[in-house]
């Protein structure tokens, strides 16, 4: 077999990425593994594309093993003294938890289902970090019962739940507190968490993280460890990381000052910025690494206090790049001033452009075009006007109804977020490793729907 480069784009011939690497950069938005076997016979992990459409159906979502392990190891080699959590939220199966758990992360979970998916299927249930704010009973219930290694405090008024379930697990919980930083970073308003007029966190102003601090240290049942943050997603500049480093060591001092405890964790989350389309800026963990490696040293040294234990929360940038979804055209419709091509997905899917406006850089699969490039709007099914996934991109101007087009980048927050708009099942997920295929998660079918509607 004769391996080309993958053009992301026409006349873009880069070749592809390594598993870890700057998947911007030069280089490619495509999973490592990529090749092109025949010109538009597009293969994952050595498996063809369309051979997976045509098993499977579409829409199909295609996970790269091989990339999503790259780049677990990447980030372990960028932070060795740290530990690495994966952010479940950006997508989670017993496949993927199995991964990460192999590959030495532990799990940043947002619910019991999360933590309790991961669990049933051998997660070590102590390398799991509870987040999110606003914990239910049955999410703290099911937290304890399990043994999750922490809980991060989002409000006051968690703290006596939390000690109270605690008490009735009959343990001691590892606690760490959430704090608002106040700074403003990432890709879109709607996913800057780190700024105080959100709804995450305890605000550095006005004492109220100093406050909550204080109110663990009262209860006998919670063990403090740490402080945790969180600025958003998408982030491309290490420097709101350094800045949070320096509040955030500014706070432990206070801690240590005012009750005598050098605290030994610190969380700085994740929200690190991955490459959508060609040329978009990216967060590099290993330069990300280094600046906080220094700005943690300075601070603590200032501060007198020893260098807490570091963790660190990847989700989008672990799994992103190693998915790519796999779409039919139904429809080609052109009218005096664009061309929309429909395929047969869309936002029950990938809400993601719908709700922040993400773009995207999809491709012909599965047959090659002589065809000059066009602009195009790719549309979905759904009965609504937003439901776009990529508007203004190039495709050949001879795309017709029948045609795959794949779409790169497509691992974080597709299926995560999927809905059942329109009652559209939602699509399976295929895993591909040195030229073999698997089902990960099976395709949601009318009968499972209906299984659900129990009202008559």
């Known amino acids: 077999?004769?391996?080309?480069?993958?053009?992301?784009?026409?006349?873009d011939t880069a070749p592809v990425s390594t598993p870890g690497s700057d998947p911007?950069?030069?280089?490619?938005?495509?999973?490592?593994?990529?090749?092109?076997?025949?010109?538009?016979?597009?293969?994952?992990?050595?498996?063809?594309?369309?051979?997976?459409?045509?098993?499977?159906?579409?829409?199909v979502y295609v996970l790269d093993e091989a990339e999503v392990r790259g780049r677990c190891r990447a980030y372990r080699a960028a932070f060795p003294e740290a530990e690495i959590h994966y952010a479940a939220k950006a997508f989670l199966c017993r496949a993927l938890a199995h991964w990460v758990e192999e590959e030495g992360l532990g799990l940043d979970a947002c619910s019991a289902g999360e933590a309790e998916l991961a669990v049933t299927t051998g997660f070590p249930a102590d390398r799991i970090l509870l987040h999110g704010n606003a914990k239910s009973p049955q999410d703290l219930a099911i937290a304890l019962r399990l043994?999750?290694?922490?809980?991060?405090?989002?409000t006051s008024a968690e703290i006596a739940r939390i000690a109270a379930a605690a008490v009735g697990s009959g343990g001691r919980q590892k606690v760490m507190v959430r704090v608002t930083p106040g700074i403003s970073a990432g890709g879109h308003r709607k996913i800057r968490t780190g700024s105080d007029d959100q709804k995450f966190g305890l605000s550095l102003r006005g004492g109220h993280a100093e406050q909550a601090i204080a109110r663990v240290l009262e209860q006998p049942r919670l063990e403090l460890t740490g402080l945790h943050c969180h600025l958003g997603s998408q982030i491309t500049d290490v420097g709101p990381y350094l800045v949070a480093v320096r509040r955030l060591v500014g706070?432990?001092?206070?801690?240590?000052?005012?009750?005598?405890?050098?605290l030994p964790e610190l969380d700085l989350g994740g929200g690190h910025g991955i490459a959508y389309r060609p040329g978009d800026p990216t967060l590099d963990p290993a330069r990300l690494a280094a600046g906080i490696r220094t700005a943690l040293a300075e601070s603590c040294a200032a501060a007198a206090l020893p260098v807490p234990r570091l963790i660190i929360e990847p989700g989008r940038a672990v799994v992103g790049p190693a998915g790519v979804a796999v779409y039919r055209v139904l429809a080609v419709k052109r009218t005096p001033g664009r061309t929309y091509v429909a395929v047969d997905g869309g936002m029950s899917?990938?809400?993601?452009?719908?709700?922040?406006?993400?773009?995207?850089?999809?491709?012909?699969?599965?047959?090659?075009?002589?065809?000059?490039?066009?602009?195009?709007?790719?549309?979905?099914?759904?009965?609504?006007?937003?439901?776009?996934?990529?508007?203004?991109?190039?495709?050949?101007?001879?795309?017709?109804p029948g045609d795959l087009l794949?779409?790169?980048?497509?691992?974080?927050?597709?299926?995560?977020?999927?809905?059942?708009?329109?009652l559209v099942g939602r699509p399976p997920v295929v895993a591909v490793l040195d030229g073999r295929s698997r089902v990960l998660v099976r395709r949601e079918t009318l009968e499972d729907l209906r299984a659900r509607d129990v009202g008559l």
């Open 406 to 422: 794949a779409v790169p980048v497509a691992g974080a927050y597709h299926l995560a977020m999927a809905s059942l708009y329109n």
């Open 24 to 59: 911007a950069g030069p280089r490619s938005l495509w999973p490592a593994t990529t090749t092109e076997r025949l010109p538009g016979e597009v293969l994952v992990g050595g498996v063809a594309l369309s051979e997976i459409a045509e098993g499977h159906g579409t829409p």
């Open 251 to 262: 706070l432990m001092a206070r801690v240590r000052d005012t009750h005598g405890i050098a």
């Open 147 to 154: 043994g999750v290694g922490r809980i991060v405090v989002d």
């Open 349 to 400: 899917d990938n809400p993601r452009p719908a709700l922040y406006g993400v773009r995207y850089a999809p491709r012909l699969i599965g047959r090659h075009s002589p065809a000059d490039a066009e602009c195009v709007t790719v549309v979905g099914r759904h009965c609504e006007a937003g439901d776009i996934l990529a508007e203004d991109v190039p495709l050949p101007a001879d795309t017709h």
């Open 1 to 11: 077999m004769t391996t080309l480069p993958l053009p992301m784009v026409p006349n």
